[in-house]
């Protein structure tokens, strides 16, 4: 069971934990608010946790108007929904490729065998690093995220200290080896987003080398876990309602309105953390200034306030106004690449093996996270049965 299950009730959607020190925040209505209105939610959760407060310049995701606006339209610029499109052969090839490498033809491991590897090589490929480097990427992402579990504001242990020191550690290595990357394409461009990257101008201005190598970072470290949770959380649903996936089989143009259902069902990112820089009234609670909020979007794509039976994956919902790519400035930006990976992956899938089915002897292992909703091994039976 997920926390952001059992925590959330519909008559109280936000509450202080006082676990953990932090607001949660469970209703959708509220987390459309929170996300809507940066000035006061600010995206700079570093600020509240020093350990985390260094080379944080370019990072995206922590960042405040203005300067997250003018940093997002510089990346935008060089990672443009052209430039994703065009993509769509290549994730195909890759996908079979991938498929065909697995030895056994009875049975699929989704996410060693293609959830995982897809999205990793076609991001590295797309910045222009070797794909072939994967296995240093998901040493040091994989050791990143063990050390980012469970952490909490109020008991700041020795423990936690290390845990975030052997993080940062891992993000330098990812760092220093983008860094070198981009050092060389600035004297020997390229047909590569990091090329892109660096010579992206709007208004005069470019993006300074420790820019550059957090957002190409950040795509590494987000091509490393979303897409695969993504693709695994969509066999799993489809897996539970034959009847869907039969329809799916039948007419691959409701894909794309699966994997939005996947991603009300069981959002990846379960929460998104911001700071109060105000006093604030939100949910009939008042919430002091400077105080971190846990924004569950999980726990918001199942309000019943905003979703009918909100506990049924229900791919026939028009409109589908959930939060699994978050909402306002921070949208997720690699949005459009999450999705065709997902349309082209489970088209493929389904075209290669009609029995394809969880096995009922070796269940799928759940990342565990409080913070994430996805896979980290799901076998599949292939074969007739
Ligand atoms: C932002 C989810 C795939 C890059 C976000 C946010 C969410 C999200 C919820 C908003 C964060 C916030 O408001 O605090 C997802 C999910 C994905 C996915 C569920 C897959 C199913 C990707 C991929 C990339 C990517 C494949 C890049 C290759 C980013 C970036 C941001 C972001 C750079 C920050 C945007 C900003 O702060 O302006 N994502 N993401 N995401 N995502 Fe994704």
């Not at 079979?96 to 989704?110: F, S, Y």
């Not at 990357?181 to 020997?188: L, P, S």
């Not at 461009?189 to 190598?213: C, F, I, N, S």
């Amino acid at each position: 069971g997920h926390f952001w299950l059992r925590g959330r009730h519909p008559d109280q959607p936000v509450s202080f934990d006082a676990a953990t020190g932090m607001w949660n925040v469970f209703g959708h209505p509220e987390a459309l608010r929170i996300l809507g209105d940066p000035k006061t939610f600010s995206s700079d959760t570093g600020r509240l946790v020093p350990s985390l407060e260094t080379g944080r310049e370019g990072m995206l995701t922590q960042m405040d108007p203005p300067a997250h606006g003018k940093l997002r339209k510089l990346v935008s610029h060089a990672f443009t929904p052209k430039v994703v499109a065009d993509l769509e052969p290549r994730i195909a090839e890759l996908t079979r490729e991938l498929l065909d490498e697995v030895a056994d033809p009875d049975r699929l491991e989704l996410v060693t065998d293609l959830a995982y590897p897809l999205p990793v090589i076609v991001i590295a490929e797309l910045l222009g690093v070797p794909g072939s480097d994967r296995h240093l990427f998901k040493q040091w992402v994989d050791k990143m995220f063990e050390n980012t579990q469970q952490f909490s504001l109020v008991n700041e242990s020795e423990e936690q200290e290390r845990s975030v020191a052997v993080a940062m550690e891992q993000f330098k290595h990812l760092a220093d080896y983008i860094g070198e990357h981009a050092d060389d394409r600035r004297r020997h461009p390229r047909a590569d987003l990091l090329t892109k990257l660096v010579e992206a101008e709007v208004d005069g201005e470019r993006l300074t080398q420790a820019e550059v190598v957090n957002f190409a970072n950040i795509l590494l470290v987000a091509g490393h876990i979303t897409t695969t949770m993504l693709l695994g959380n969509t066999v799993l649903c489809l897996d539970a309602h034959p009847g869907q996936l039969a329809r799916t089989r039948e007419d691959r143009s409701t894909i794309p309105a699966v994997i939005e259902e996947s991603l009300r069902f069981f959002s990846p990112f379960a929460a998104l953390g911001r700071v109060t820089n105000t006093d604030v009234e939100l949910g009939g609670q008042r919430i002091p200034a400077d105080r971190l909020l846990m924004v569950w979007i999980a726990a918001a794509n199942r309000d019943p306030r905003e979703f009918a039976d909100p506990d049924v994956f229900d791919p026939s919902r028009v409109p589908n106004p959930h939060l699994g790519f978050g909402r306002g400035i921070h949208f997720c930006i690699g949005a459009p690449l999450a999705r065709l990976e997902g349309r082209v992956a489970l088209d493929i899938l389904l075209d290669r093996f009609p029995h394809l089915r969880t096995d009922p002897d070796e269940p799928p292992q759940f990342i565990p996270s409080p913070n994430m909703t996805g896979v980290r091994r799901l076998p599949l039976l292939t074969s007739g049965s």
